[in-house]
């Protein structure tokens, strides 16, 4: 079901400190459902440590196969390709599984029906109980592509845990692909985390066009911002241009460091740390209003 409080974390790029606020917020709730969607390269689990109930197989997409006692070695399969993906090495027709993207035209055209498709489920998905409440993550796979599918069934179960009480609370993947877009969709509240860098700057002016069209409520929080006081005056100026409310800024600690050294969120590993109560003010009026 959805959710009333639906909030995602964004980033324009990587290595804001997206994971560790997010990680920060949810250690901050007595019960909220939590939701890794940067299936490519998840880590939330690393500082929350779930216990999975629940563990699946994912369907990414199916991959062709060639049974070469019924291949005749025609070639049409590799003309009709358009992924490059087939080719004949030593009488042999050869299928590249990292280059094959299941389109079934092989499977088609074959007129000995030598091609066959399988599935291609080697991504995971899991739900399960932490300190905090439940959690929803999943693994894609070395390889594979489909995250946006991935993140989407992520969103799905996620909202299914969902009470009218509780918040779902979402660790969006960085940058501003379709894992961005199935992270956001829903969603009612979205909190950009950025840093006063020339990368940092340049990445969130494209996530702000991304949010455009985008009905909820935007938030920003400047993280590092003492490393570069200038571009964070700019990213201020960026922030009131577009009408975004900046929740605040956060200086350079190694805090963040030393909590994730100890798989523990900031709020966790020090509450009365000025960064721990620097989250706390945010946390307050991000759900407050």
Not at 100 to 127: H, Q
Request: proline share 3%; aromatic share 8%; with cysteine.
């Amino acid at each position: 079901m959805q959710t009333t409080n639906e909030i995602v974390i964004l980033s324009g790029k990587g290595g804001t400190g997206k994971t560790s606020i997010s990680a920060a917020f949810a250690s901050l709730s007595s019960n909220i459902v939590l939701a890794d969607c940067d299936v490519d390269a998840a880590n939330m689990h690393l500082i929350m440590q779930p216990e999975n109930y629940v563990e699946e197989a994912f369907l990414t997409g199916y991959k062709a196969k060639v049974n070469h006692n019924d291949c005749i070695l025609c070639g049409k399969c590799i003309d009709f390709c358009r992924f490059e993906a087939i080719t004949e090495f030593q009488n042999r027709i050869i299928i590249s599984e990292s280059a094959c993207d299941g389109c079934r035209v092989c499977e088609k055209i074959c007129p000995t029906k030598a091609i066959a498709m399988f599935p291609n489920n080697l991504s995971k998905f899991f739900i399960g109980k932490f300190r905090y409440g439940n959690m929803v993550h999943a693994r894609l796979a070395p390889g594979e592509d489909n995250s946006g599918k991935l993140v989407a069934y992520v969103k799905k179960k996620s909202r299914e845990l969902v009470t009218e009480s509780q918040i779902l609370l979402i660790d969006g993947p960085p940058g501003i692909g379709c894992p961005v877009i199935a992270s956001l969709s829903g969603a009612n509240k979205v909190v950009l985390v950025t840093e006063p860098t020339i990368s940092g700057i340049s990445d969130l002016k494209r996530i702000i066009d991304l949010l455009k069209a985008y009905k909820g409520t935007i938030y920003l929080i400047i993280n590092k911002f003492d490393i570069n006081m200038d571009y964070s005056e700019r990213i201020k100026q960026v922030a009131k241009i577009h009408n975004i409310t900046v929740l605040g800024e956060i200086p350079y600690n190694r805090i963040f460091t030393d909590a994730m050294i100890n798989c523990k969120s900031v709020t966790e590993f020090s509450p009365e740390h000025k960064i721990s109560l620097l989250i706390k003010s945010f946390w307050t009026k991000l759900t407050s209003e």
